[in-house]
T-cell receptor, first 115, second 112 residues
């Protein structure tokens, strides 16, 4: 399996622009997670989906952030409008959740820089 | 609120020694705890999972302990090697289940 695939790997944009990050989870996994990592705050859970349904989006920092999972093989995280404080590495992870959360498989991340 | 604490100071040890990393948590009653490794510019990679009824778990040179009374997990790497240099993260399930909260990680540097 190719693992979790994220795109783009790097994104540099200007404040106010819309940013869309993409994720393809591992086939057969039923849960998908979006995390954000910064030096100051570490790895923060933004939102997660189970069977394509958003379960908890309480980690989404503001209304400027939105996430969708239209099918089992694709998810997007959108920031509109972007701000410099959104600069971070955004990770997507997937897992096969049964009774409890199992091992998370992470993508390589999308490094976002907002100027 | 749930809190996970890992030593923010980097741990520097000599090759061949045992590295011990600590993960403390508060306001949690987790059923299990996980440890991940993260290399610079890469996503975290799963290492070990230990359940609340398991006191100790081993995998090759790795050993994890889980003390639910102390609310602490210790992660040991025996016979450490320079290739073990990385950041190590502990993770606990969120209250609602289905997802994990992570500590900020501890950076380990193993020198020859």
């Amino acid at each position: 399996d190719a693992g979790v695939i994220q795109s783009p790997r790097h994104e540099v944009t200007e404040m106010g622009q819309e940013v869309t990050l993409r994720c393809k989870p591992i086939s057969g996994h039923n849960s998908l997670f979006w995390y954000r990592q910064t030096m100051m705050r570490g790895l923060e859970l933004l939102i997660y989906f189970n069977n394509n349904v958003p379960i908890d989006d309480s980690g989404m920092p503001e209304d400027r952030f939105s996430a969708k999972m239209p099918n089992a093989s694709f998810s997007t995280l959108k920031i509109q409008p972007s701000e410099p404080r959104d600069s971070a590495v955004y990770f997507c992870a997937s897992s096969l959740v049964q009774i409890n959360t199992g091992e998370l498989f992470f993508g390589e991340g999308s490094r976002l820089t907002v100027l | 609120s749930q809190k996970i604490e890992q030593n923010s100071e980097a741990l520097n040890i000599q090759e061949g020694k045992t590295a011990t990393l600590t993960c403390n948590y508060t306001n949690y009653s987790p059923a299990y705890l996980q440890w991940y490794r993260q290399d610079p510019g890469r996503g975290p990679v799963f290492l070990l999972l230990i359940r609340e009824n398991e006191k100790e778990k081993r995998k090759e040179r790795l050993k994890v302990t889980f003390d639910t009374t102390l609310k602490q997990s210790l992660f040991h790497i025996t016979a450490s090697q320079p290739a073990d240099s990385a950041t190590y993260l502990c993770a606990l399930e969120v209250d609602s289940g289905y997802a994990l909260n992570f500590g900020k990680g501890t950076s380990l540097l193993v020198t020859p």
